[in-house]
């Protein structure tokens, strides 16, 4: 009995799952689940989203989105596919995330200034201790232009086990403590077929880019283990602050 228990119990999930699968199929379901997913992300990121439609998989955690926009200030990013997998929590509180992949993007701007007013982050010393860890990110096909000038395109850009961490209060060495931090590891990163354009002249192709990163107090200490460019090849640890 006890297995047979287990048997049905098993397959009352499975067939759950299907029910659950069938409904946000249903063209009014659909319908409602798009708007409230524009709703929630229009409201959280502060920009103007649309999203033309949504599948979800309940029995595997994931969601497709297809055909969003986002805009503000000059500033706008189309994806025709936008794909999200979600694990949960783990037993330590840290949210993960499976996968997230885009294809398709389209990334145009105005100014380099007007890029900086659209994602500077805003704070107001109400940060909370969380985590946040991506098993990988994954952008295909992306096309970006900046004014009239600079364009480029990215064939794959790809990052993985990307730890995201805010705190309260963050030790930098051994005394001076920063509030409100952000620290973001990156246990790699690839690269590959990425151009830049200036005014219709190609400035460089970047043929392929492996390595690894960390981002913590506006400083990027990145380590690149291969990296082909226009005939030339070279590795080693660099560091980036941001003023």
């Known amino acids: 009995k006890p297995i047979?228990?287990?048997?049905?119990?098993?397959?009352?999930?499975?067939?759950?799952?299907?029910?659950?699968?069938?409904?946000?199929?249903?063209?009014?379901?659909?319908?409602r689940i798009v708007t409230y997913a524009t709703e929630i992300a229009t409201e959280s990121l502060g920009l103007e989203i649309v999203i033309g439609s949504v599948e979800l998989?309940?029995?595997y955690r994931s969601a497709t989105l297809s055909d969003i926009t986002c805009s503000s200030e000059g500033v706008e990013l189309l994806c025709a596919e936008f794909d999200l997998k979600y694990k949960g929590s783990d037993p330590n509180g840290v949210y993960e995330i499976g996968e997230i992949k885009l294809d398709g993007v389209r990334f145009f701007a105005e100014s380099l200034d007007q890029i900086?007013?659209?994602?500077?982050?805003?704070s107001d010393g109400g940060h909370s201790n969380s985590e946040i860890f991506f098993e990988s990110f994954e952008i295909r096909d992306f096309d970006w232009q900046i004014g009239?000038?600079?364009?480029?395109?990215?064939?794959?850009?790809?990052?993985?086990?990307?730890?995201?961490?805010?705190?309260?209060?963050?030790?930098?060495?051994?005394?001076?403590?920063?509030?409100?931090?952000?620290?973001?590891?990156?246990?790699?990163y690839e690269i590959l077929n990425a151009s830049t354009d200036v005014d219709g002249t190609n400035l460089l192709i970047v043929e392929?880019?492996?390595g690894d990163a960390r981002f913590e107090n506006s400083k990027l200490d990145l380590t690149v283990d291969v990296f082909k460019a226009s005939g030339?090849?070279?590795?080693?640890?660099?560091?980036t602050i941001r003023n």
């Open 4 to 31: 047979q228990w287990a048997l049905r119990a098993i397959l009352s999930l499975i067939a759950l799952s299907l029910i659950l699968t069938g409904i946000v199929q249903i063209p009014y379901v659909q319908t």
């Open 57 to 59: 998989h309940p029995f």
């Open 116 to 122: 900086n007013a659209v994602f500077a982050i805003d």
């Open 148 to 188: 009239d000038s600079l364009s480029g395109n990215i064939e794959l850009f790809s990052l993985d086990s990307i730890l995201f961490e805010t705190t309260n209060k963050i030790e930098i060495g051994e005394a001076e403590m920063r509030e409100g931090e952000m620290v973001i590891n990156i246990g790699g």
């Open 208 to 210: 392929t880019s492996i």
């Open 232 to 239: 030339m090849e070279l590795k080693g640890e660099f560091e």
